[in-house]
C-alpha cells in the first residue's frame, strides 16, 4: 500500500513569511495527525485529526499554527508568521481509526529552516 | 517534564557489541511502541507490546515491556552499521487517545 505522502520536503523561508505544508494519509486512516520534531528529539504532537474533526490541537500554537483536514483526507498544516525556533521537521501520520495503540505510519517529513 | 524519558540520551558503539535503550515512566501505558528513525526519514515502527512483561524478538531486537506496564527495554544483539539511527518510544495512556513520545536515543554503530 502506499505511505503516508508529504510535501514539500524541504522549505527555507525568512522569518515572518508564511509556509504550508501538505499530507496525505494512507487511504482508509481515519486518525491524522501532525508532529513536530526538533533535530534529536521525539516528536511533540500539535494536532490529531479523526476523519476531519479536531480531537487534540492543545499543543498547536494558535496564535501563528493553524491546520485542516477537509473532507477528512488531505491535510495542511500553516504556520504565518514563522519564527526562527519553528525550524523542526514536520510529520504526518496516519491510523486506522481505534488502533493508533498499534502505531503509526509516519510520512518523511518536511524540513523547514527559517532564516 | 517529558512522560517518557529515554537513556541513554547518545550512544556510540563499535560493530559487533550488545546494547540496551531504556524508556521510562513514572505513569501506566496500554500499550507501547518502538520506533526507528533515519535521517531525513519519518519514524518506522519497529514493534508493539500491550501484555506487561511481554518479550518480543525481531531478529537481533528484544524488546521487553516492564510487568507494570511502566517501562520498556530494546535490547540490540550484535549490532551492525545498519541500526544507526534514532531510537523512539512512544506510548499511549489508558484514558486518553494521546500518544507520548519519549526523548529519544541516537545510536550510532562504528565500522
Not at chain 1, 505522502?5 to 494512507?26: G, H, L, M
Request: net charge neutral; glycine share 10%.
Amino acid at each position: 500500500e502506499a505511505g503516508v505522502a508529504q510535501s514539500p520536503r524541504y522549505k527555507i523561508i525568512e522569518k515572518r513569511q508564511s509556509v504550508a505544508f501538505w499530507c496525505n494519509p494512507i487511504s482508509g486512516h481515519a486518525t491524522l495527525y501532525w508532529y513536530q520534531q526538533i533535530l534529536g528529539q521525539g516528536p511533540k504532537l500539535l494536532i490529531q485529526f479523526q476523519n476531519n474533526g479536531v480531537v487534540d490541537d492543545s499543543q498547536l500554537p494558535k496564535d501563528r499554527f493553524s491546520a485542516e483536514r477537509l473532507k477528512g483526507v488531505d491535510s495542511t498544516l500553516k504556520i504565518q508568521p514563522a519564527k526562527l525556533e519553528d525550524s523542526a521537521v514536520y510529520l504526518c501520520a496516519s491510523s486506522l481509526e481505534g488502533q493508533m495503540g498499534w502505531g503509526y505510519t509516519f510520512g518523511s517529513g518536511t524540513r523547514l529552516t527559517v532564516v | 517534564t517529558q512522560l517518557l524519558e529515554q537513556s541513554p540520551q547518545f550512544l556510540s558503539i563499535q560493530e559487533g557489541e550488545n546494547l540496551t535503550v531504556y524508556c521510562n515512566s513514572s505513569s501506566v501505558f496500554s500499550s507501547l511502541q518502538w520506533y526507528r528513525q533515519e535521517p531525513g526519514e519519518g519514524p518506522v515502527l519497529l514493534v508493539t507490546v500491550v501484555t506487561g512483561g511481554e518479550v518480543k524478538k525481531l531478529k537481533r531486537l528484544t524488546f521487553q515491556f516492564g510487568d507494570a506496564r511502566k517501562d520498556s527495554s530494546l535490547h540490540i544483539t550484535a549490532a551492525q552499521t545498519g541500526d544507526t539511527g534514532l531510537y523512539l518510544c512512544a506510548g499511549i495512556r489508558p484514558t486518553g487517545n494521546q500518544f507520548y513520545f519519549g526523548t529519544g536515543t541516537s545510536l550510532t554503530v562504528i565500522p
